[in-house]
């Protein structure tokens, strides 16, 4: 609390005794902008910071749609090898991704990261794993990002944005095939009337035949298919005005669960081997509209959003040959958030940025727990609407008492209400219904976050920084519990200590990223399974804490050749967390959370004259991750492995084909562990793959 006082009294200080001088010349959002380590162009679109992230003080990594393609990166979750620090566990379907940064994240509940594509929020963890066409970049910011976007942002934040139809025009042909039964056809067409209304549609359909065989069925386990959509249009109205609407839809039939007997003594799965087919199919849908209107010295904007997704999962929970128990999950979300912003523009001294989000979740399920060996069922009909404010502001000091030097000092103030109603029913044999529970909980949470950076930043836009902020994370009511005490947990809240630098040498040829992070965290929410071993709650641990460095090199020693080295390391531990009166986990280390994030990543270009190649591009790519405990009690663990990744891609004037493979060298690893019913379970990585994408471009 005293950390809150005096930051609060800083900010205020320094308000009262800085004059506020605004530029007067006009600023408009700018189609692009270059980063100082690539020469890659990118759009920014610049809703709530008007800088590019390699002179922010805050560690993030950028990963570019010509970085995506050419290291095939297809989801989400391939992202995270790439990303010091970012850990996104493969659970088997696309039901739940969470997402880990430096230690913080969900296994269950509402995620620790947190998700925005094209400036819309992505609330529920059950939406984060999208298919990455008509990407145009990904921007994962590392540390509590609260004072700007607030909810579900105290690990960071990965911002997704699209192809602006202002930058491209084109239109884009992709067919792919693969091992395993893989396929992916993608089309994308952008265009744009005299740079004043764009428009972009792009679509895609995959079908993948699964990569574990179930022995008892004798079929694949894992088979996906999906078809996705999403339909852009952009307008200047004038010079001062634009509108920006999207709408994005997507399908996905999946198979599931590849999971199979854990074996401890030597890390490895059994066969995939249970009696009844499992299952999980989304719907999700997603539009967001952003008007933004800019004069000589401000610019205001306004977001909107809608998301609906509903899922329905069937799992045969014994994972088993033997008949014993199956569950049929529902889940299904209306989400609706409103955020402006108002915010200084122009180049003065002084920058300044208000902002007011409010949001309303409506979010239920239905779970049917057939008990087969008893003929009984378990009925339960849950419902958990969420809704919240909050208030933000930051200010943003420039040449302070010397050139170069920046204060930014942030404030957010967050209110949110959530309820719990749950209803459950029993199903006898005899096909009669007994009410069994009915419970209405509500309760309400507010947090106050401060942050502030100092940063220094030289005439070649190398910086140095410091930050503190606060972290936070409403607490919320576990809807299925076999006792009652453990109804309800509590917020999580931490402070967070960084320095760092972003510097580029020798004329570009090297440019670093390197940061060093102390993390004090309090009330972690914890995932554990039910005394009976059947589902999950979230408990709080007392204390925890979490450090380590973050470094990331770009290389160019060549025209036509660049490296990129990632390199993540966390120590996160437990400080106090007594179980009961006789087991405590205190000293143990965080699970979930990998000691060692690692990759490496070269790509070459050979041109050619005289043919009918443009050139050949090499790319290889070496990703290592561990060790990684599974659960607190630190029993079973993954320790660190390494995989090979390549690329060889031909490309013509209009048309290019690639040739990949993946897990070169047939690397064994876990990719997800748990327990139920008494037994350890685990899913393996996947084994080696290869395919070939044909790329066209008119």
Same mark, same amino acid.
């Given at each position: 609390m005293k950390r809150s006082y005096t930051l609060i009294f800083l900010y205020t200080l320094l308000l009262n005794t800085h004059i506020i001088k605004a530029e007067d010349n006009i600023h408009i959002p700018q189609d692009s902008i270059k980063m100082s380590y690539t020469a890659d162009e990118i759009v920014i679109q610049a809703f709530k910071k008007n800088d590019n992230i390699s002179v922010q003080p805050v560690s993030a990594t950028l990963i570019t749609d010509q970085t995506i393609r050419d290291r095939n990166i297809s989801n989400i979750k391939e992202v995270s090898a790439y990303v010091p620090n970012l850990f996104i566990p493969d659970y088997g379907s696309k039901m739940t991704s969470p997402a880990y940064i430096r230690g913080i994240g969900s296994r269950i509940n509402a995620p620790s990261v947190g998700l925005y594509i094209d400036g819309i929020p992505y609330f529920d963890r059950s939406t984060f794993d999208f298919n990455l066409n008509d990407i145009d970049r990904i921007e994962v910011l590392r540390g509590p990002q609260g004072t700007l976007y607030g909810r579900n942002t105290m690990g960071g934040i990965i911002n997704v944005y699209t192809k602006s139809p202002f930058k491209y025009k084109e239109t884009n042909l992709s067919l792919s095939a693969a091992s395993y039964d893989n396929y992916k056809a993608e089309a994308s067409h952008y265009g744009n009337i005299n740079n004043i209304f764009g428009y972009s549609a792009s679509g895609?359909?995959?079908?993948?035949?699964?990569?574990?065989?179930?022995?008892?069925?004798?079929?694949? @386990?894992?088979?996906?298919?999906?078809?996705?959509?999403?339909?852009?249009? !952009?307008?200047?109205?004038?010079?001062?005005?634009?509108?920006?609407?999207?709408?994005?839809?997507?399908? @996905?039939?999946?198979?599931?669960?590849?999971?199979?007997?854990?074996?401890?003594?030597?890390?490895?799965?059994?066969?995939?081997?249970? *009696?009844?087919? !499992?299952?999980?199919?989304?719907?999700? #849908?997603?539009? $967001?509209?952003?008007?933004?209107?800019?004069?000589?010295?401000?610019?205001?904007? /306004?977001?909107?959003?809608? %998301?609906?997704?509903?899922?329905?999962?069937?799992?045969?929970?014994?994972?088993?040959?033997?008949?014993?128990?199956? =569950?049929?999950?529902?889940?299904?979300?209306?989400?609706?958030?409103?955020?402006?912003?108002?915010? @200084?523009?122009? #180049?003065?001294?002084?920058?300044?940025?208000?902002?007011?989000?409010?949001?309303?979740?409506?979010?239920?399920?239905?779970?049917?727990?057939?008990?087969?060996?008893? %003929?009984?069922?378990?009925?339960?009909?849950? @419902?958990?609407?969420?809704?919240?404010?909050?208030?933000?502001?930051?200010?943003?000091?420039?040449?302070?008492?010397?050139?170069?030097?920046?204060?930014?000092?942030?404030?957010?103030?967050?209110?949110?209400?959530?309820?719990?109603?749950?209803?459950?029913? #029993?199903?006898?044999?005899? *096909? !009669?219904?007994?009410?069994?529970?009915?419970?209405?909980?509500?309760?309400?949470?507010?947090?106050?976050?401060p942050k502030a950076s100092l940063q220094y930043r030289f005439t070649n836009d190398e910086i140095v920084y410091f930050s503190v902020s606060k972290g936070y994370k409403s607490g919320g009511f576990n809807t299925t519990v076999e006792d009652e005490k453990d109804r309800a947990f509590k917020p999580e809240q931490s402070w967070n200590y960084e320095i760092g630098t972003k510097a580029s040498c020798l004329d570009n040829l090297i440019y670093t990223e390197i940061s060093l992070f102390y993390i004090d965290w309090k009330n972690q929410q914890i995932s554990q399974s039910q005394p009976s071993g059947k589902g999950f709650l979230l408990r709080n641990a007392g204390k925890s804490v979490s450090k380590g460095v973050e470094a990331t090199v770009h290389i160019n020693p060549l025209e036509n050749l660049s490296i990129q080295l990632s390199? $993540?390391?966390?120590?996160?531990?437990?400080?106090?967390?007594?179980?009961?009166?006789?087991? !405590?986990?205190?000293?143990?280390?965080?699970?979930? =959370?990998? /000691?060692?994030?690692?990759?490496?990543?070269?790509?070459?270009?050979?041109?050619?004259?005289?043919?009918?190649?443009?050139?050949?591009?090499?790319?290889? %790519?070496? =990703? $290592?991750?561990?060790?990684?405990?599974?659960?607190?009690?630190?029993?079973? /663990?993954?320790?660190?492995?390494?995989?090979?990744?390549?690329?060889? /891609?031909?490309?013509?004037?209009?048309?290019?084909?690639?040739?990949?493979?993946?897990?070169?060298?047939?690397?064994?690893?876990?990719?997800?562990?748990?327990?139920?019913?008494?037994?350890?379970?685990? %899913?393996?990585?996947?084994?080696?793959t290869f395919g070939t994408n044909i790329n066209v471009k008119f």
């Open positions: 895609n359909i995959s079908h993948s035949g699964g990569y574990f065989r179930n022995q008892f069925t004798g079929k694949r @386990s894992d088979p996906v298919d999906a078809a996705a959509g999403r339909i852009r249009l !952009s307008w200047h109205v004038n010079p001062q005005l634009y509108i920006h609407l999207t709408s994005a839809y997507e399908y @996905s039939d999946q198979g599931g669960y590849p999971y199979g007997i854990y074996n401890p003594e030597d890390n490895t799965v059994q066969k995939v081997n249970y *009696n009844e087919p !499992s299952f999980y199919r989304r719907n999700v #849908s997603t539009s $967001g509209l952003n008007v933004a209107y800019t004069t000589n010295r401000i610019q205001l904007s /306004s977001q909107s959003s809608f %998301q609906y997704f509903d899922g329905r999962q069937g799992i045969d929970q014994d994972f088993s040959p033997d008949d014993l128990y199956f =569950v049929d999950f529902g889940q299904r979300q209306r989400m609706v958030s409103q955020e402006f912003n108002l915010k @200084s523009t122009g #180049s003065s001294k002084y920058q300044w940025q208000w902002g007011a989000f409010g949001f309303v979740q409506d979010f239920s399920t239905d779970n049917d727990i057939d008990y087969r060996s008893t %003929q009984t069922h378990t009925l339960q009909d849950i @419902s958990t609407p969420t809704r919240g404010v909050a208030l933000y502001h930051q200010s943003t000091i420039n040449d302070l008492f010397t050139e170069g030097l920046s204060l930014i000092l942030g404030a957010r103030y967050d209110w949110e209400q959530t309820r719990m109603h749950t209803v459950v029913n #029993s199903l006898k044999p005899d *096909n !009669s219904i007994t009410e069994t529970m009915n419970i209405r909980k509500k309760d309400h949470f507010s947090q106050f976050t390199y $993540g390391y966390t120590h996160a531990k437990f400080k106090r967390y007594t179980v009961n009166e006789e087991l !405590s986990y205190a000293d143990n280390y965080l699970p979930m =959370v990998p /000691s060692n994030t690692f990759s490496t990543t070269a790509n070459y270009s050979i041109r050619l004259r005289n043919t009918f190649l443009d050139k050949i591009v090499l790319n290889g %790519q070496y =990703v $290592g991750l561990g060790k990684l405990y599974w659960n607190e009690d630190n029993l079973a /663990s993954q320790p660190y492995y390494g995989v090979f990744n390549g690329k060889i /891609s031909f490309v013509a004037k209009n048309i290019s084909i690639d040739l990949w493979a993946k897990n070169i060298g047939c690397k064994d690893y876990i990719t997800y562990y748990f327990t139920s019913m008494g037994k350890t379970f685990a %899913q393996a990585g996947r084994p080696f």
